[in-house]
């Protein structure tokens, strides 16, 4: 995809089953390229875990005042996730595009459909994929900030989750952290500023669209076909 006007925001959805690592990459995405680079953060219904912060992880709000906002118009997207809530608000994601500002989205597919298809010549969209289910599960295991029967539900939702890959313009296994991290990099920078090296940009354009390439013929739509039996 050619790069997009500077005057005008990047959309940069991605999306993963719990635990394959999408928070991560995203937060370390924004790490790195912000200011430019913004969170949206989203709403929801669930409880707040520990070490999250209300407004920097998600805006908590109660179940009225969620659906305060839904009968107001004023999200996106919103959808039921495991029993909770879950919400992007429309006119923040408006006010970055129209400044220029790129904004990183962690969500589900659903999510990533509605925003895209608000937005859809504004959305990059990647998905993450994990390794194996087993991997996914012991990831799900060892994060410890769910109980067990909600760890069970997120497997199960995991390769319904996954059979949505096709509905993304990459794909990441992530294997390694820094192998994906890299890729998801350069899709990033790609899609923003184009695949020719330019003396205004600081970055190997051409060397990071050879990463973009390189991924694409790695292999990892047959993973996700794999991973939802379709093989």
């Known amino acids: 995809m050619p790069a997009v006007s500077s005057n005008r925001g990047v959309l940069v959805i991605v999306s993963s089953p719990s635990g394959a690592g999408k928070t991560t990459l995203t937060r370390r995405l924004l790490a790195e390229f912000g200011p430019r ?10 409880p707040i875990r520990p070490g999250e912060v209300d407004g920097r ?8 005042a969620f ?3 839904v009968e107001r118009g004023e999200f996106a997207e919103h959808a039921f996730v495991f029993q909770n809530r879950y919400g992007t608000a429309a006119a923040p ?3 970055a595009i129209a400044r220029g500002s790129d904004v990183i989205f962690d969500v589900d597919w ?3 459909r509605a925003l895209s298809a608000r937005w859809p010549d504004d959305s990059l969209k990647v998905f993450i994929l994990p390794p194996s289910l087993d991997s996914l599960e ?13 760890v069970e539900r997120r497997l199960a939702k995991a390769i319904e989750e996954v059979a949505h890959y096709d509905e993304y313009q990459h794909l990441i296994v992530n294997d390694d952290l820094e192998r994906a991290y890299g890729v998801l990099r350069a899709v990033y920078l790609t899609r923003r500023f184009g695949a020719a090296d330019r ?3 600081p970055y190997p354009l051409s060397d990071l669209a050879r990463i973009v390439e390189a991924n694409r013929a790695s292999g990892a739509e047959a993973h996700a076909r794999r991973l939802v039996g379709r093989t």
Not at 37 to 46: P, Q
Not at 57 to 64: A, K, L, M, Q, R
Not at 138 to 150: K, S
């Open 37 to 46: 680079l913004e969170f949206s953060v989203s709403y929801t219904t669930r």
């Open 57 to 64: 992880d998600y805006h908590f709000v109660t179940p009225p």
């Open 67 to 69: 659906e305060t906002m």
């Open 93 to 95: 994601i408006d006010a």
């Open 110 to 112: 659903q999510g990533g």
């Open 138 to 150: 012991m990831r799900l295991r060892q994060r410890a900030t769910d109980a067990p029967h909600v």
């Open 199 to 201: 003396p205004d940009v």
